[in-house]
């Protein structure tokens, strides 16, 4: 009986099959699936108006909109501007949060505070112990929560229903990813969607879990982009080390999105196409950066545009 070497054969045949089969081909999304995140880009750009146009609903891209405000915040410095109203193409009660300063944002994510912190009991209830934040994130989610929550409660009543789709972009849409956690263990029965775009990492892998499991997110990623790269994922070590949540797509090519596979870090979108830190700390030269076969990082296609919507006021 010869089974070690056919085993051997068969092991072998198996690895050929796998290097071939990479890299997969990924799903695209159709047109009229691009078109479908439109309003959710226009929100999430809204959010980066100055609060007055925000709350009489009156900025450029608010006309294409319509949109019953329930609540609104923020300074656009200290504390993101949020709203929280009924968007009455969509039929759905949203939340949107403002990024970071448009100009500088790898800058702006690289500055905040790395240090982990655990999720706040108040804001958190049924948070494992284990599930951190970055505590920049963190913070900038605590300072409007209250607010947001008792205006969601109110448009929940309003409006008749238990579904809220959260949105932001960059810093907004960490800030999203965290509410969408908030909002399900705060609201029981609430079915929380998140539309995050070029979202930042915002925590461990705990987080990671704790939040994918309440709520279906989407993180929609530009090209080369480097925001979805930061904080980097050997930044902190295990357990405490950054990981994104949810589903990413990623926009290859101009007007090309690809879907990913589930998995929250998957090789072959952001992560295999962009200079990752990880690749970065292993080069040994700047000609060894020039010649990466990955691409390297184009922080003006942080803005988009996503489904032609450029992501500014
Ligand atoms: C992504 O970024 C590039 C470069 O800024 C831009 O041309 C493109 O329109 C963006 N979005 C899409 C969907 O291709």
Same mark, same amino acid.
């Given at each position: 009986?010869?089974? #070690? ?10 690895? $050929?099959?796998?290097? !071939? ?6 799903? !695209? ?6 078109? #479908? ?14 609060? /007055? ?30 709203? $929280? ?12 949060? !403002? ?76 800030? #999203? ?15 929380? !969607? ?56 990623? $926009? ?18 952001? /992560? ?25 990082? /184009? ?15």
């Amino acid at each position: 009986m010869h089974f #070690a070497p056919l085993f051997a054969l068969f092991a072998q045949l198996a690895a $050929v099959v796998f290097v !071939e089969a990479l890299p997969v081909t990924l799903p !695209e999304l159709k047109a009229a699936d691009i078109l #479908a995140l439109k309003p959710y880009a226009r929100l999430a750009a809204i959010t980066y108006c100055p609060i /007055n146009q925000i709350k009489q609903w009156t900025c450029a891209k608010c006309k294409d909109e319509p949109f019953d405000l329930i609540a609104s915040g923020g300074n656009g410095a200290t504390v993101q501007n949020w709203f $929280v109203g009924w968007d009455k193409s969509l039929k759905k009660l949203i939340v949107a949060y !403002e990024g970071t300063v448009p100009t500088a944002p790898a800058s702006v994510i690289t500055d905040l505070k790395f240090t982990p912190k655990p999720l706040r009991r108040d804001l958190f209830p049924d948070a494992p112990a284990d599930a951190m934040t970055h505590n920049g994130f963190g913070d900038a989610h605590a300072a409007s929560a209250k607010d947001v929550l008792r205006a969601v409660k109110a448009g929940m009543g309003k409006y008749k229903t238990k579904s809220v789709t959260v949105v932001g972009h960059s810093l907004g849409a960490g800030i #999203a990813i965290i509410e969408s956690g908030q909002l399900a263990a705060q609201i029981p029965g609430a079915k929380i !969607e998140t539309i995050a775009f070029s979202s930042p990492r915002v925590g461990n892998p705990a987080f990671a879990k704790y939040v994918s499991s309440r709520a279906k997110i989407t993180r929609i990623n530009n090209m080369s982009d480097p925001v979805p790269e930061l904080p980097g994922r050997t930044l902190l070590k295990s357990p405490n080390n950054f990981v994104h949540a949810g589903q990413e797509i990623h $926009v290859t090519s101009e007007g090309k999105y690809v879907k990913c596979p589930t998995e929250s870090e998957n090789p072959q979108c952001t /992560n295999g196409y962009l200079i990752t830190m990880t690749d970065l700390e292993s080069l040994k030269s700047f000609q060894e950066l020039f010649a990466h076969p990955k691409k390297l990082w /184009n922080p003006l296609q942080h803005q988009g545009p996503f489904a032609d919507i450029s992501i500014f006021c």
